[in-house]
């Protein structure tokens, strides 16, 4: 099974919110689905990890509907920091199961993976944050042992990148209740995310974690924990591409894309 994650486009109608979104955001994001679709063997299920538009405005959901139109299979998404829930929750009420109430987690299947969506949206703010309510949700779903794989999607990264000026906008508030939970829970768990704008995967507390880049922009890789602020760079982009196998292995390939 073949299964797309993708991240970051931030498509804008108008005018960019972000200074570093480049102009034709719009025209790289139809080449990653242009890709997508035309993959063989057919991908089967993608798996969009948060900023699907710069500013969250009707127009710019309008304009992501259309560039998503040539996708016929299941799409799972989580709300960015760029989204806004409204938008994102009228865009995808007939085809994702989000819980009643003000955040958009829904659980989902596809074929016999579990699919945990998590709205680590923070209002007005870069860094991403798990309300009390949330990580109650995600305790009673995790609570029970289970065979099964789970994917947990999360815009912000609730593991380390390494990369310094990056973590600062990371995952904050309930981030130490959300990794006591994954690392309780018997049974295997994935955890897929964005943000961060430089595809990067890491192994954290046993958990296999993958981030993917964003065609938007990509952040340059800085390693130096004395570098203040991070930089952009003009760099290859590539999304991943998760081939899932009947006994439940991931083995994650990099799909470059000329934009
Ligand atoms: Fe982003």
């Given at each position: 099974m073949l299964i797309a994650h993708i991240s970051d486009f931030h498509v804008f109608a108008n005018a960019a919110e972000t200074t570093v979104v480049r102009a034709d955001a719009a025209d790289a994001a139809r080449k990653v689905i242009a890709d997508i679709a035309a993959f063989t063997p057919k991908i089967e299920a993608i798996m969009f990890t948060g900023d699907l538009t710069d500013g969250g405005s009707s127009e710019d959901y309008a304009l992501l509907a259309d560039i998503l139109a040539p996708i016929d299979v299941p799409m799972f998404v989580v709300p960015g920091n760029h989204d806004k829930r409204a938008g994102l929750r009228a865009m995808f009420k007939d085809k994702l199961p989000f819980e009643p109430g003000p955040f958009l987690n829904y659980e989902a299947r596809f074929k016999d993976i579990r699919i945990l969506a998590l709205d680590t949206l923070l209002d007005g703010q870069v860094q991403g944050a798990l309300s009390p309510t949330q990580l109650s949700w995600l305790e009673g779903r995790l609570a029970a042992p289970s065979s099964e794989l789970t994917l947990i999607l999360m815009h912000h990264p609730a593991f380390p990148s390494t990369m310094v000026p990056l973590d600062h906008m990371a995952l904050q508030d309930g981030r130490d209740a959300f990794e006591r939970m994954v690392v309780a829970h018997?049974?295997?768990?994935?955890?897929?995310?964005?943000?961060?704008?430089?595809?990067?995967?890491?192994?954290?507390?046993?958990?296999?974690?993958?981030?993917?880049?964003?065609?938007?922009?990509q952040h340059a890789l800085t390693l130096d924990p004395a570098e203040p602020e991070p930089t952009t760079v003009n760099e290859p982009y590539a999304y991943f591409i998760h081939r899932i196998s009947d006994e439940k292995n991931v083995s994650i390939h990099t799909r470059y894309v000329e934009l």
């Open positions: 018997q049974g295997p768990i994935r955890i897929l995310s964005g943000h961060i704008h430089r595809p990067f995967q890491t192994l954290w507390n046993g958990i296999f974690c993958a981030v993917s880049g964003g065609p938007a922009f």
